[in-house]
């Protein structure tokens, strides 16, 4: 019992009250995509774990990037690098706009998610049509957001 004391003084010391004098943070109302950045994935039959591939990713530079706020629209074309390593002249004939990962920055403390059957971002999808996000801010408000990419240039 007298362990008890102790510890329920230390709970009591060691917890906050404070309720009041707390700034009120900023309710975001940006819905914004302000960078797009792409990526192949692929296995390296050269580099093999417990038996598996490895997985490695080639990043596909971003060219020609237009990104218009007002319409909410992103149009771009994205490079193929040069092989080397183990991204060899047969795994970069393989990369195609019909699977690759797709990355956006968005603006602070906002969500996106895809719509009407548009890749979900952060894994291997098809980008070889105009796909549509929803980017929705801290606030609530939402934006509708088409990305285009339209070329690969090898």
Not at 10 to 28: I, R
Not at 46 to 70: A, C, F, H, R, T
Request: glycine share 8%; hydrophobic share 40%; charged share 20%.
């Amino acid at each position: 019992m007298t362990g008890i004391l102790p510890l329920w003084i230390m709970a009591c010391l060691l917890t906050s009250c404070l309720t009041a004098g707390l700034d009120e943070l900023p309710a975001f109302e940006d819905a914004e995509i302000t960078d797009v950045t792409f990526e192949y994935r692929y296995m390296d039959p050269y580099s093999v774990w417990m038996g598996e591939p490895i997985v490695k990713w080639e990043n596909l530079p971003v060219q020609d990037k237009e990104i218009d706020s007002n319409a909410g629209t992103i149009i771009c074309k994205l490079q193929v690098p040069q092989s080397g390593g183990t991204f060899d002249d047969i795994i970069r004939d393989q990369v195609s706009l019909e699977y690759i990962v797709g990355k956006f920055y968005i603006s602070t403390a906002a969500t996106i998610a895809p719509v009407e059957g548009s890749p979900t971002l952060g894994i291997p999808g098809d980008f070889s049509n105009p796909c549509k996000y929803v980017v929705t801010a801290a606030n609530g408000t939402t934006k509708m957001w088409t990305v285009h990419v339209t070329e690969l240039i090898r």
